[in-house]
């Protein structure tokens, strides 16, 4: 705009110094003809005023054209100072944007470190965790195996006070049949010593959920827990003497009870073992085997009934028992039938700790007594 105005200040003055020189020759020239020459100068001056103004209007018209040509280069010379700005700012940008995912990434490590370190920590906890229970069932096992440890102790310590020993025994005087048995007294002092033991229960060391050929032939540790085997004692009891059975009972809170039945026969293996006869009961469990008098031994594998898997054991079953003292070692009262049981000692739903079984030939106890001494043991041959 400036430069327009210098433009028209210019012509502005071309066109006064050119208007004094017409006046000035109309004065010189024609003194005598001034009403004419007014008239003249008048309208030369209204030509020249149109002149003028059409001038000025060329004249804008050319700063006009000037102007925009000027604004195109002045576009053109904004684009290229502006692209190369423009690049460089992009390439600003673009480095602007690198350093801040770097930083965003440099944010983000602690937080990739903390994640690790949670996880790391979180390890070592399950790891301690693993170690504490391995701990812990480590301790329960050496706690078991203290308590069997124990049970074992005090039982072979009540054995040598019943006067336990281990002999070899041919009942019936079979060629190479002879075999150890245990003997032992009874713990009611009563009824004497010379018991043979087939069976005896008293720390749940040895499963007795076993095959029929097992329970025939027998199985444990004639030291522990043990059965003699159904072979065994079907020898021993049918060599030609009447035999007594007395079953010894021991619960968990260490209340102990007896069974004795006076006459005691069971069949061979062609009769699948069967109970034949238990004679008069006396004692103070109860008598929970008379309802499985007259039945066969059954196991898993070889059974009139489900009662063996059912009940997890090896038995004269009925349907299904008062009685079962080689069932699942249970430890004390249970939420379902099952375990060690004697129903008239301590019901169907208490599992017994300790079970004894023995027999012996038959003896008549006179029980006159002297002092509270047993007087007189007389033996039948």
Not at 86 to 96: A, Q, Y
Not at 327 to 347: M, P, V
Request: charged residues 25%.
């Amino acid at each position: 705009m400036a430069s327009s105005r210098a433009v028209a200040t210019v012509v502005l003055v071309i066109l006064a110094v050119a208007a004094g020189r017409c006046e000035a020759r109309f004065n010189v020239g024609r003194p005598f003809q001034a009403t004419a020459s007014t008239a003249e100068a008048t309208i030369n001056s209204a030509q020249l005023e149109l002149q003028i103004m059409e001038l000025k209007l060329h004249i804008d018209h050319s700063i006009e054209h000037l102007w925009s040509k000027f604004h195109a280069l002045l576009e053109e010379l904004l684009e290229e100072k502006v692209e190369p700005c423009g690049i460089e700012l992009r390439n600003d940008i673009e480095m602007l944007k690198k350093n801040l995912t770097l930083r965003s990434t440099e944010q983000e490590c602690p937080s990739d470190d903390l994640d690790r370190h949670r996880v790391e920590m979180l390890e070592e906890l399950k790891a301690v965790r693993e170690g504490q229970l391995q701990v812990s069932e480590r301790l329960a096992n050496v706690s078991a195996v203290r308590e069997v440890k124990v049970t074992r102790l005090e039982h072979q310590l009540r054995e040598i006070s019943l006067n336990a020993q281990l002999y070899m025994l041919n009942p019936d005087g079979k060629e190479n049949g002879s075999f150890f048995v245990k003997s032992s007294r009874a713990t009611n002092r009563a009824y004497g010593d010379d018991w043979i033991i087939f069976q005896q229960r008293y720390d749940g060391t040895v499963d007795f959920y076993r095959n029929w050929t097992e329970y025939r032939e027998g199985f444990g540790d004639l030291g522990g827990e043990f059965w003699l085997g159904l072979e065994k004692l079907y020898r021993i009891v049918s060599s030609g003497r009447a035999y007594e059975l007395m079953i010894e009972l021991e619960d968990f809170q260490g209340v102990t009870a007896y069974e004795h039945y006076s006459d005691f026969v069971i069949g061979d293996e062609t009769e699948n073992y069967m109970l034949k006869s238990l004679g008069k009961a006396s004692g103070t469990a109860g008598d929970s085997m008379v309802v499985h008098n007259g039945k066969d031994f059954s196991t898993y594998d070889h059974k009139t009934n489900d009662c063996p898997t059912f009940y997890h054991g090896a038995w004269w079953f009925t349907q299904c028992y008062d009685a079962h003292l080689n069932a699942k070692y249970l430890i004390g009262k249970q939420s379902k039938r099952g375990g060690n049981i004697w129903h008239t000692f301590r019901g169907s739903f208490e599992s017994l700790q300790a079970t004894k079984m023995m027999v012996r030939p038959l003896r008549i106890i006179d029980r006159v007594l002297t002092d509270q001494k047993l007087e007189k043991l007389i033996e039948i041959p």
